[in-house]
T-cell receptor, first 117, second 116 residues
Framework: KAGVTQTPRYLIKTRGQQVTLSCSPI?????VSWYQQTPGQGLQFLFE???????NKGNFPGRFSGRQFSNSRSEMNVSTLELGDSALYLC????????????????FGPGTRLLVL | AQKITQTQPGMFVQEKEAVTLDCTYDTSDQSYGLFWYKQPSSGEMIFLIY??????QNATEGRYSLNFQKARKSANLVISASQLGDSAMYFC?????????????FGGGTRVLVKP
């Protein structure tokens, strides 16, 4: 079974631009979560989508948004990029039958490295 | 307060020796799960091991074992017989049942370097 894929792997943007990152979960997985990883703040939860609905959201400004399609693929968008948005963006998927289990394992993709100049 | 604390920013370990990575957590939830992930320099997070708050036995997965001490709120990862490929960042993470959905809260990580 193919793992979680993320595109693009690397991205360079300038301040003020917007960016869209894509994530394809493991086949059959219905939950997709996004995380931001920076040297200063570590790994932080952005949001999670399940059955095309945002189920949880981290403490990020409204410039960060996402969506999930009927095939469970997900995109996240960052508008009006700032230098501080430079980070590794990780996507994770899990099967999640609907009732959240604390043991539901999330499988991560390779990440998208975003550099904002 | 930090929910997940990893006090060792970096460690050296000799090849073939065992290493213990510390993780303490803070939650008022009775039901929660603890995870360890490995992140090589390539960036991908690799799932290693899981321990549920109600599990009475310590989890084991191959060379990885989790030393779970619930009263002390600690979930230390033990890697036995270290290999050069074990050099990576290691993250402890927690999912609380009261948190909606699949949100994982991560610690700051421990960098492990295995010496030949």
């Amino acid at each position: 079974k193919a793992g979680v894929t993320q595109t693009p792997r690397y991205l360079i943007k300038t301040r003020g631009q917007q960016v869209t990152l894509s994530c394809s979960p493991i086949s059959g997985h219905r939950s997709v979560s996004w995380y931001q990883q920076t040297p200063g703040q570590g790994l932080q939860f952005l949001f999670e989508y399940f059955s095309e609905t945002q189920r949880n959201k981290g403490n990020f400004p409204g410039r960060f948004s996402g969506r999930q399609f009927s095939n469970s693929r997900s995109e996240m968008n960052v508008s009006t990029l700032e230098l501080g948005d430079s980070a590794l963006y990780l996507c994770a998927s899990s099967f999640n039958p609907g009732q959240v289990s604390t043991g539901e394992t999330q499988y991560f993709g390779p990440g998208t490295r975003l550099l904002v100049l | 307060a930090q929910k997940i604390t990893q006090t060792q920013p970096g460690m050296f370990v000799q090849e073939k020796e065992a290493v213990t990575l510390d993780c303490t957590y803070d939650t008022s939830d009775q039901s929660y799960g603890l995870f360890w992930y490995k992140q090589p320099s390539s960036g991908e997070m690799i799932f290693l091991i899981y321990q549920g708050s109600y599990d009475e036995q310590n989890a084991t997965e191959g060379r990885y074992s989790l030393n779970f001490q619930k009263a002390r709120k600690s979930a230390n990862l033990v890697i036995s017989a270290s290999q050069l490929g074990d050099s990576a960042m290691y993250f402890c993470a927690m999912r609380e049942r009261k948190a909606a959905g699949n949100k994982l809260t991560f610690g700051g990580g421990t960098r492990v370097l295995v010496k030949p």
